[in-house]
């Protein structure tokens, strides 16, 4: 009899997102939601056993909250991302502070998330350290909520054993390039002109906003750029 319940249990987890979809031109699906892609789709696995993919935005409202819902909570998970050319180089080129001493980040995979902010800054730089507890005290609270989105730090400083000040005096919870890794790709290509400059990337490495805008003449600060971040990873 255990066994039997037991079995009963698990057939209905296993099905916990199996329901009756309608969307928004009032047609239903008798079908279980398996996964979410980070482009708005929702795979759908019927009876039949195979498994569909319709956007999230050709849902009713109602089926649009509770994915919404399930997936904030965990109780959904998203697909597994492919790694692009610009995830890739990022994660064999991050460092973070470990035990007091900045390491090789081993288990990087920023392959998984959707926004890519990149952080040029400095110890020596006023400003700069003006904004980073802005930016920390960001980062602390979007994060845990929006797991889509991270912050990459660039140093400026003058050597390695002050961006490791740095980060420890700010306490900077997100990755670095490393050091002497930080003039190389594609971040370094689309850096600004000054300090401190926000900028968002998506997964391919292109820029969605700069702190420099009509093509590096304008400096709108990084305030204005975090702030965008925040939409963005909140749509």
């Known amino acids: 009899m255990r066994r039997l319940i037991c079995f009963f249990l698990l057939l209905a987890a296993s099905f916990s997102h199996a329901r009756t979809w309608t969307d928004v031109q009032g047609r239903t699906m008798d079908a ?9 789709l929702v795979n759908f696995r019927k009876t039949d056993g195979m498994v569909y993919s319709f956007p999230l935005a050709s849902l009713c409202a109602e089926d649009q909250a509770y994915l919404q819902e ?21 994660d064999i080129n991050l460092v973070s502070l470990q035990n007091g001493t900045l390491q090789r980040l081993r288990d990087a995979d920023m392959s998984q998330v959707k926004y890519i902010a990149v952080y040029q800054s400095a110890h020596w730089c006023p400003p700069c350290r003006q904004f980073t507890p802005k930016l920390v ?7 845990p909520k929006h797991p889509n989105f991270e912050i990459v730090f660039v140093s400026s400083d003058r050597d390695e054993e002050a961006m490791q000040k740095y980060m420890e005096e700010m306490e900077m919870p997100w990755p670095a ?17 000054g300090i401190p400059c926000l900028m968002i990337f998506d997964r391919e490495g292109n820029v969605i906003m700069d702190s420099y805008t009509d093509g590096g003449e304008k400096y709108i600060g990084p305030t204005a750029v975090m702030r965008r971040l925040g939409e963005l990873i909140a749509e």
């Open 32 to 40: 279980e939601a398996v996964s979410f892609e980070g482009d708005g």
């Open 70 to 90: 399930q997936l904030a909570t965990g109780q959904l998970k998203a697909a597994p991302l492919e790694p692009t050319g610009f995830t890739s180089w990022l």
């Open 137 to 143: 005290k960001f980062y602390n609270r979007q994060r």
């Open 177 to 193: 390039i490393e050091y002497d890794r930080r003039k190389s790709g594609q971040v370094d290509k689309s850096s600004g002109n």
